[in-house]
């Protein structure tokens, strides 16, 4: 019998070590990861919060009629809480998105609004003001007058704060009290005028009276 | 003639008395007019200054005194109106004398020489009215007196 080279021998073994390697069964798999359970889609929350927020905004820019001076962004409020509230409780996701967009536009037609509202209530007053002042109410009826002065100045510190709804609330009210000043000003100023009216006429004719006599007087023994 | 040199005294004296009448009686000097025309100015004041109670107050302290004034201002002009006719009464009574009247018309020249003194009594009294009346009954009285012929 030939004998095999040992280089030879040993190459084999370690073929066949590396083949008997290679065809060995693979090891256990490792364990699956637990599925989670099976659940039903889950259904977006009902928007109240959303909902209520933008219930207090509308209400807020319709008792202050703020959508006629910010147009644009008014329809657009009312356009998506429209479409919010139909959506509200048949699509919730839509209907927050829509609240969402509501509220958005509603704020601006309020950071909008106000600064445009109080400029006019401002105006407003004023004239009112100004009016009292042509007949100088500030003495005829000087407690009225002063009363009327401090709500409007403090209406013009809360508009400078930013403090709006105060600002308008106070100047409504001072625009009334220079109204009611003008109006007690406007009586005592005609009750003034008739009895002065009255008196420079009595002196009129008193003085005319005299010079009547005067006249007489120098005509003496003249037929 | 007696009488002539009464009346011509009385005349003189009437007329002397003339001025003293009428001084002092401007309505400028009347303390009622004075304070009117004060708190008339002074309503006036306040008014501009819009001070319309004060306004009101002093115009109504200016018509109570006007309307005192004017009870003066009346009295004023019926005083001088007598004085006046007086005035009247004592030219016609100078003029009647100077053309013989005392002699032509003796009635009447006398009642009118009574109703000049009545007249005249009656303006310093202060009864203007009954003096005008007096004044009046000299003119009529010597009104048909005239310049005899032939002067």
Do not use: H
Not at chain 1, 146 to 173: C, N, P, V, W
């Amino acid at each position: 019998m030939k004998k095999l080279p040992l280089t030879f021998m040993i190459l084999s073994l370690v073929s066949l070590a590396g083949l008997l390697l290679s065809c060995a069964t693979p090891p256990p798999a490792a364990p699956a990861p637990p599925q989670p359970p099976a659940v039903e889609k889950k259904v977006p929350p009902l928007p109240e919060a959303e909902y209520a927020q933008a219930k207090e905004l509308k209400g807020k820019v319709e008792k202050y009629q703020l959508g006629a001076l910010v147009p644009e962004a008014f329809q657009s409020a009312e356009k998506s809480f429209q479409e919010g509230e139909t959506a509200y409780k048949q699509d919730n996701e839509k209907a927050k998105s829509s609240l969402d967009q509501a509220i958005a536009a509603y704020r601006q037609v309020i950071e909008k609004g106000f600064p445009l509202l109080a400029d006019r209530k401002k105006a407003e007053t004023e004239a009112a003001k100004d009016q009292a002042d042509s007949i100088k109410a500030n003495v005829a009826v000087k407690e009225d007058y002063d009363k009327a002065k401090a709500l409007y100045d403090q209406a013009l510190q809360e508009r400078k704060a930013g403090a709006f709804e105060k600002a308008l609330e106070l100047l409504a009210q001072a625009k009334d009290l220079f109204a009611d000043a003008y109006a007690k000003a406007k009586a005592k100023k005609d009750l003034a005028e008739e009895s002065l009216r009255a008196s420079q006429e009595g002196l009129k004719q008193v003085e005319a009276q005299a010079a009547e006599a005067e006249k007489e007087l120098q005509q003496a023994g003249t037929p | 003639m007696k009488n002539g040199k009464r009346l011509v005294i009385f005349i003189c004296l009437f007329l002397a008395l003339l001025p003293c009448l009428s001084s002092g009686q401007s309505l400028m000097d009347n303390e009622d007019y004075k304070n009117a025309r004060l708190y008339q100015q002074k309503a006036e004041d306040s008014f501009r200054a819009g001070d319309y109670d004060k306004a009101y107050e002093y115009s109504e302290l200016a018509r109570q005194y006007t309307a005192k004034a004017r009870v003066f201002a009346e009295g004023l002009r019926l005083r001088y109106r007598a004085v006046n006719y007086s005035q009247l009464a004592s030219n016609r009574l100078t003029w009647a004398r100077s053309v013989g009247a005392e002699w032509n018309y003796p009635n009447e020249y006398a009642m009118a020489v009574k109703d000049l003194q009545e007249a005249k009594r009656a303006l310093e009294d202060g009864r203007y009215e009954a003096s005008i009346s007096f004044s009046k009954n000299v003119l009529r009285l010597l009104s048909d007196v005239q310049i005899p012929k032939g002067k």
